[in-house]
């Protein structure tokens, strides 16, 4: 079974340019997350997608942050424009909820450092 | 937002030593799991746990869910080299039924002398 795929793996930009990340989630997964992990932090959850409609994004800074997920499959998370404090990896996680059980699986990540 | 406290911050240990860390929340959680992050890579998910008390094993590995759901301690008996890594507590509200975003404590580092 393929895991989450996430591009790019690096990202290189200046602040005040926008730039955007794409994760295919594991095939059937209904939910999808966004996370951003500073270096030397956990994880932190940005937004949560269950199919095409949005669970929870209380912790997604909207005034540069932006994400979405069209068919309920592959999604989108865009920052526009990034600031250096944006420099993290950026991980996506899908999950199936079966059986009161909820286990979340992650892609590689997306690792951004903006100059 | 909230972040678990996890510890200890980083562990420097001899192969074949026991390794225990702990995590602790001023709020409950219904789901504890425990992950474990490569450089490079995302977070591998070694032990779920889904009942208060619970106590579960996955070869080297020992988990518990504390009886508040307020904490839980990881186990790794005998390390070995392959063991090195970021260790990552994590609790689920799951409040409410369904699927709920994690929420991560800052991980323990955990770094064997051969």
């Known amino acids: 079974e393929a895991g989450v795929a996430q591009s790019p793996r690096y990202k290189i930009i200046e602040k005040r340019q926008s730039v955007a990340f794409w994760c295919n989630p594991i095939?059937?997964?209904?939910?999808l997350y966004w996370y951003q992990q500073i270096l030397g932090q956990g994880p932190k959850l940005l937004i949560q997608?269950?199919?095409?409609?949005?669970?929870?994004d209380s912790q997604l800074p909207k005034d540069r942050f932006s994400a979405e997920r069209l068919k309920g499959v592959d999604s989108t998370l865009k920052i526009q424009p990034a600031k250096l404090e944006d420099s993290a990896v950026y991980l996506c996680?899908?999950?199936?909820?079966?059986?009161?059980?909820?286990?979340?699986?992650f892609g590689a990540g997306t690792r951004l450092s903006v100059l | 937002g909230q972040q678990l406290n996890q510890s200890p911050q980083s562990m420097f240990i001899q192969e074949g030593e026991d390794v225990s860390m702990n995590c602790t929340s001023s709020?409950?959680?219904?789901?504890w799991l425990w992950y474990k992050q490569d450089p490079g890579e995302g977070p591998v998910l070694l032990i779920a746990l889904y009942k208060a008390g619970e106590l579960t094993s996955n070869g080297r590995l020992t988990a518990q869910f504390g009886i508040t759901r307020k904490d839980s301690f990881l186990n790794i008996s005998a390390s070995i080299p392959s063991d090195v890594g970021i260790y990552f507590c994590?609790?689920?509200?799951?409040?409410?039924?369904?699927?709920?975003?994690?929420?991560f404590g800052k991980g323990t580092h955990l770094i064997i002398q051969p």
């Open positions: 709020s409950i959680f219904n789901t």
């Open positions: 997608f269950q199919n095409n409609g949005v669970v929870d």
């Open positions: 095939s059937g997964h209904a939910t």
């Open positions: 996680a899908s999950s199936s909820y079966r059986d009161a059980k909820n286990i979340q699986y």
């Open positions: 994590a609790g689920e509200p799951n409040s409410g039924g369904g699927a709920d975003g994690l929420t």
